[in-house]
Nanobody, 122 residues
Framework: QVQLVESGGGLVQAGGSLRLSCATSGRTFSSYAMAWFRQTPGKEREFVATISWSRDTVYANSVKGRFTISRDNPKNTVYLQMNRLKPEDTAVYYC????????????????WGQGTQVTVSS
């Protein structure tokens, strides 16, 4: 069982930056692919980025060049650095984990955190 706890969300003006963190339990963090998704009311949960155990990454086109996913295996933590934020980035951001890497679909991840709210004002 893997438990995920997100933090770092908040209110920021357009053009600003935030860094989200996702702390995980368990001793096998380095074996898991990690990902970030986001969701707004009434919409499907949307893929943002994923990182493999060897630090390969995939990004959604909407965030490419602005967001960076990274991981610190000794700290069992994955990060999402978000720069040049836009109002359309406003959402609840979720951390996810799975032993398989590469999925951009919600169904590709077994473990999920509770989410952290990010609000970008214009």
């Amino acid at each position: 069982q893997v438990q995920l706890v997100e933090s770092g969300g908040g209110l920021v003006q357009a053009g600003g930056s935030l860094r989200l963190s996702c702390a995980t339990s368990g001793r096998t963090f380095s074996s898991y692919a990690m990902a970030w998704f986001r969701q707004t009311p009434g919409k499907e949960r949307e893929f943002v980025a994923t990182i493999s155990w060897s630090r390969d990454t995939v990004y959604a086109n909407s965030v490419k060049g602005r967001f960076t996913i990274s991981r610190d295996n000794p700290k069992n933590t994955v990060y999402l650095q978000m720069n040049r934020l836009k109002p359309e980035d406003t959402a609840v951001y979720y951390c996810a984990a799975d032993l398989k890497y590469g999925s951009t679909s919600r169904s590709g991840y077994r473990y999920w955190g509770q989410g952290t709210q990010v609000t970008v004002s214009s």
